[in-house]
C-alpha cells in the first residue's frame, strides 16, 4: 500500500462519523480508530510498513522494516452544526462520495439560493464505482449546503438545509 493511499483513508475516515475502520490485504493490515479525545489510532502488520504521521501544517513519513507499527495520529473534532427546525434536510440515502456536479468541468445542480422542486437533481453520491443522483423530494429554496465537494459521506447525514416554500 503506497502512502498517498494510506493518507487518503486518514482524511476520509477524519472527514466521515465512522468511529473505527479496518483494512487487510495481502499481508498488509490497517486499523483506523477515533477515540474521544479525537485522536486516531492506526496498526499495521507488514514486512516492511510506512507510518504516516500527520498534524497541523506538517506530514512526517517514515518507512522501516518492522512487524507491527503503532502511531498516534491528531484529528480535528467535527462540531455539530446548528440547524433551525423549520428547514427541511437533504440526508444521504447511502455511504458514498459527494459530488456537487456530474463532473468535474461542469456546473454544481445546485447552489446556495437555488430555487429547487420534488424532483429535482441537487447532487450525486458515488458508492461502489455507481454514481446515485440525489433528488431534492422537496420544494423549496438551498439555503446551506452542509458537505463539501469530494467529501465522504453517511448514511442519514444532512447533505443541503431548504427552505420551504
Not at 22 to 33: A, F, M, Q, V, W
Not at 52 to 69: A, D, G, I, L
Not at 80 to 100: E, N, R
Request: proline share 4%; hydrophobic share 40%.
Amino acid at each position: 500500500m503506497k502512502i498517498q493511499e494510506i493518507r487518503e483513508i486518514i482524511k476520509l475516515i477524519d472527514q466521515s462519523s465512522l468511529d473505527e475502520f479496518l483494512y487487510e490485504s495481502d499481508g498488509t493490515k490497517i486499523k483506523l480508530k477515533k477515540n474521544e479525545k479525537g485522536t486516531v489510532s492506526t496498526f499495521g502488520q507488514t514486512f516492511e510498513s510506512s507510518t504516516v504521521v500527520e498534524q497541523p501544517n506538517m506530514v512526517e513519513v517514515q518507512t522501516q522494516p518492522v512487524s507491527e507499527v503503532k502511531e498516534e495520529v491528531v484529528v480535528t473534532e467535527v462540531k455539530p452544526v446548528a440547524v433551525d427546525s423549520s428547514l427541511h434536510k437533504i440526508i444521504s440515502p447511502m455511504v458514498g462520495t459527494f459530488y456537487q456536479s456530474s463532473s468535474p468541468d461542469t456546473e454544481a445542480y445546485v447552489q446556495v439560493g437555488s430555487k429547487i422542486n420534488a424532483d429535482s437533481i441537487v447532487c450525486i453520491v458515488e458508492a461502489m464505482k455507481l454514481f446515485n443522483e440525489i433528488e431534492a423530494e422537496v420544494e423549496g429554496e438551498i439555503v446551506e449546503i452542509l458537505v463539501k465537494d469530494g467529501q465522504l459521506v453517511e448514511y442519514g447525514q444532512p447533505l443541503f438545509l431548504v427552505k420551504g416554500i
